[in-house]
């Protein structure tokens, strides 16, 4: 049983390959923006572990899955991308596809939940998709999407479990390959597993020596859970502040990889989330929104066991209401 689950999860695993993340490179070039990586203002002291910051956050709309969602809706047959594609989000893949629709030239529909945050809300329907609502505590979103695609006969662009989508986030580590000569540890946040996996793959080429983990909130753990049992577990819609990682369970084709590749889930609180938006504006004077913060306070938990380290830290997005983003740091919104 054990060898038949070990070739499982290399058979799953090998779907998505270093070949695959060039690819959607040269697919992707046109459009998305080779982001920086920042590195603290402030002065450290000797012996302290660095962070080197990769500035998704200033990609273009506002966040990483730009890469993937492109990259997707871009391989597909010109007859076939005419017809329009559906996603389901609560705001950054959203935003995503709708501009990758639009710079394509096809139709994008979206199902959103009806809590998601205004401000992503308001930059979808800016990009000229058609928002679905639906309550994410009782309805489906995968259902709604899959009626929408067998009615309409569009395609559907998934937020995270797709090998091209995987390819197309994995093109940040091939950036980061370029723009850091030297780094030990790499954490990333999970939410369904995309860009962990995809980033992993490419540095599992690149750089086999790098340690490479992931970070969710702890009301979010899905990912941990499933890693201490050795298969994907699901567990009810996460409250937590990190809208981005407000899923059930790791992906089918991400869980493997994540497996294979990613030493380890660190979990951190709500409050440390906060303090990891602090720490990113005092530091390198960027706004960033929850959930990359989670990966920033598993960084800094990571630091005290790593003294002299170099870390990298995937910020994933900056798409945050400015309200929202104040409420946070001052105490109120929690």
């Keep these: 049983m054990l060898a038949i689950q070990f070739f499982f999860v290399i058979l799953i695993s090998m779907s998505i390959t270093f070949s695959d993340i060039e690819q959607a490179r040269k697919r992707i070039a046109p459009v998305v923006y080779r982001t920086p990586v920042l590195q603290s203002i402030n002065e450290r002291d000797k012996g302290e572990a660095t962070f080197f910051f990769k500035c998704e956050n200033l990609q273009r709309s506002g966040a990483f899955k730009l890469r993937g969602a492109y990259n997707k809706i871009a391989a597909l047959p010109e007859a076939v991308r005419q017809k329009g594609v559906v996603a389901f989000s609560s705001g950054n893949h959203a935003r995503a596809v709708a501009t990758a629709a639009r710079l394509l030239g096809t139709h994008a529909k979206i199902v959103m939940p009806n809590d998601a945050p205004e401000v992503k809300l308001q930059a ?15 309805e489906s979103r995968e ?22 989508i995987i390819a197309g986030q994995g093109t940040i580590g091939l950036e980061l390959h370029e723009q850091m000569p030297e780094f030990d540890l790499l954490v990333a946040p999970i939410g369904g597993g995309g860009l962990i996996s995809g980033v992993a793959t490419a540095l599992a080429e690149l750089r086999p ?9 702890e009301a979010a753990n899905d990912t941990f859970l499933s890693l201490q049992k050795g298969e994907r577990v699901q567990i009810p819609v996460p409250k937590t502040i990190a809208d981005g990682m407000q899923v059930t369970s790791p992906g089918k084709l991400t869980f ?16 440390e989330i906060v303090e990891g938006m602090r720490f990113v504006a005092e530091h390198i004077r960027q706004i960033i929104e929850p959930t990359p ?9 990571l630091a005290t066991r790593f003294p002299g380290a170099r870390i990298a830290v995937i910020l994933s997005g900056g798409n945050v209401d400015m309200k929202r983003y104040r409420e946070l740091l001052t105490g109120k919104g929690m």
């Design 293 to 301: 913060a989670v990966a920033v306070a598993a960084a800094r938990k």
């Design 124 to 138: 979808t329907r800016a990009v000229g998709a058609e928002i679905v609502l639906y309550d994410r505590y009782r």
């Design 256 to 271: 493997p990889i994540i497996q294979q590749r990613v030493k380890e889930i660190i979990l951190v609180s709500e409050h």
């Design 143 to 164: 259902a709604i999407a899959q009626s929408i695609c067998e009615t309409e006969r569009r395609t559907l662009v998934p937020p995270f479990d797709d090998p091209l």
């Design 209 to 217: 020596e790098v340690q490479i983990f992931g970070a969710e909130a």
